[in-house]
Nanobody, 115 residues
Framework: QVQLVESGGGLVQAGGSLKLSCAASGNIFSINAMRWYREAPGKQREWVTYITTDNITNYANSVKGRFTISRDNAKNTVYLQMNGLKPEDTAVYYC?????????WGQGTQVTVSS
């Protein structure tokens, strides 16, 4: 099993930046990829970005060019650098780790962008 803990959310003005962290523990060597999702009020949870063990990344069109995912293997942590934030980025952001036998989620961290 894998446990995930997110941090770094908060309130920021439009155009500002935040950096989210997701610390993984447990059977981390069985993780195939790490993903960030977000869930805005009244909307379905949507995929934001992923990074593989080979550092291949991909982004949703809505965040491409503004968000960057990265990882620090020594710290078992994945980061989401968010620049140029917009009010529509307001959501609870969740970290996700998938392996062949599990699909783990963190508790989420709130990001609020004011206009």
């Amino acid at each position: 099993q894998v446990q995930l803990v997110e941090s770094g959310g908060g309130l920021v003005q439009a155009g500002g930046s935040l950096k989210l962290s997701c610390a993984a523990s447990g059977n981390i060597f069985s993780i195939n990829a790490m993903r960030w999702y977000r869930e805005a009020p009244g909307k379905q949870r949507e995929w934001v970005t992923y990074i593989t063990t080979d550092n291949i990344t991909n982004y949703a069109n809505s965040v491409k060019g503004r968000f960057t995912i990265s990882r620090d293997n020594a710290k078992n942590t994945v980061y989401l650098q968010m620049n140029g934030l917009k009010p529509e980025d307001t959501a609870v952001y969740y970290c996700n780790a998938q392996g062949t036998t599990f699909n783990a989620w963190g508790q989420g961290t709130q990001v609020t962008v004011s206009s």
